[in-house]
């Protein structure tokens, strides 16, 4: 069975920090570009960061600088760290994962389309 289970989420205050966590069972996470994404009340789903299968990562503009993805394929898991979190960073964080991915370019990384499996995800809310 597939399975793609995000962890990590909770309450936090505004400029605290979460770590979540993205863990893959019944298939090799190493085959797999890793991408999170966020879904905000009444919003739609929209791209945090993605990161390649050479650890090449590509960031959306208003996260750069606050959030760092990172992998270890060794346990199967990709995380996300997140600093200086804000209010309108509250949301559900959802891992996807992608095509093989290598190199400085990822074409479209931001586009959920692009990803073939999913978690279920965890809730992040920011604040005070």
């Known amino acids: 069975q597939l399975q793609f289970v995000e962890s990590g989420g909770g309450l936090v205050q505004p400029g605290g920090s979460l770590r979540l966590s993205c863990t893959a069972s019944?298939?090799?996470?190493?085959?797999?570009?890793i991408g999170w994404f966020r879904q905000a009340p009444g919003k739609e789903r929209e791209a945090v960061v993605c990161?390649?299968?050479?650890?090449?990562?590509y960031y959306a503009d208003h996260i750069l600088g606050r959030f760092t993805i990172s992998r270890d394929d060794a346990e199967n898991t990709a995380y996300l760290q997140m600093n200086s979190l804000k209010p309108e960073d509250t949301g559900v964080y959802y891992c996807?994962?992608?095509?093989?991915?290598?190199?400085?370019?990822?074409?479209?990384?931001?586009?959920?389309?692009?990803?073939?499996?999913w978690g279920e995800g965890t809730q992040v809310t920011v604040s005070s």
């Open positions: 996807g994962a992608g095509p093989w991915v290598a190199g400085p370019i990822f074409p479209g990384w931001e586009r959920s389309g692009a990803y073939r499996y």
């Open positions: 990161i390649s299968n050479d650890n090449n990562t």
């Open positions: 019944g298939f090799a996470l190493d085959d797999h570009a």
